[in-house]
């Protein structure tokens, strides 16, 4: 069975950093697309940051230059290094894996963890 | 990038209704277009990819249509479990990027 379970969420300064988990079972994630997706509150989803197989990354405009996505394969999991953290960032962060045939879709979700930044 | 735009965006139904949400591309992105439900408090969950593409166990009264610019989900006959917040999202090119969501709520 699949799933993906989110750790490391709180309540953070702004300014201040963070590390956000998402680990694995069911599958290899160095073997698939994994991304972070987040959710301010009362809003809609927003992409944040995907790795590839190949270990390329990408970021959404709004946290390039401050978050890090990266994976450990001994520990099938996944990471989101934040960083210069703002009340903007104040969301849930979901895990999710990208699904990459023909099309791309988020096809396995992980239950989220929610980042307040406040002072 | 390209932005999603839901119509509408809430409505009320009642079980057993046909309902039709609406999604419309900025741009053009083929069929690149997929759909998720989502209720308080849970992720969202995948219902149609592709346009229109049924995910694995999802029940055969959703289904999904259209290309190009223009897209509909529909739900055959509403149930109670099916009263969630429905998300486009599309995939033809990064950043990938969601709908602001149609809202469905019980009459």
């Known amino acids: 069975e699949v799933q993906l379970v989110e750790s490391g969420g709180g309540l953070i300064q702004p300014g201040g950093s963070l590390r956000l988990s998402c680990a694995a079972s069911?599958?290899?994630?160095?073997?698939?697309?994994m991304t972070w997706v987040r959710q301010a509150p009362g809003k809609g989803l927003e992409w944040v940051s995907v790795?590839?197989?190949?270990?390329?990354?990408s970021y959404a405009d709004s946290v390039k230059g401050r978050f890090t996505i990266s994976r450990d394969n001994s520990k099938n999991t996944l990471y989101l290094q934040m960083n210069s953290l703002s009340a903007d960032d104040t969301a849930v962060y979901y895990c999710a894996r990208l699904f990459d045939t023909a099309i791309q879709y988020f096809d396995y979700w992980g239950q989220g963890t929610l980042v307040t930044v406040s002072s | 990038d390209i932005q999603m735009t839901h119509s509408p965006s809430s409505l009320s139904a009642s079980v057993g209704d046909r309902l039709t949400i609406t999604c419309r591309a900025s741009q053009s992105i083929s069929r690149y277009l997929n759909w998720y439900q989502q209720k308080p408090g849970e992720a969202p969950k995948l219902l149609i990819y592709a346009a229109s593409s049924l995910q694995s166990g999802v029940p055969s009264r959703f289904s999904g249509s259209g290309s190009g610019t223009d897209f509909t989900l529909t739900i055959s006959s509403l149930q109670p479990e099916d009263f969630a917040t429905y998300y486009c999202q599309q995939s033809y090119i990064t950043p990938w990027t969601f709908g602001q969501g149609t809202k469905v709520e019980i009459k």
């Open positions: 790795i590839y197989t190949d270990g390329r990354t």
């Open positions: 069911g599958f290899t994630v160095s073997s698939n697309y």
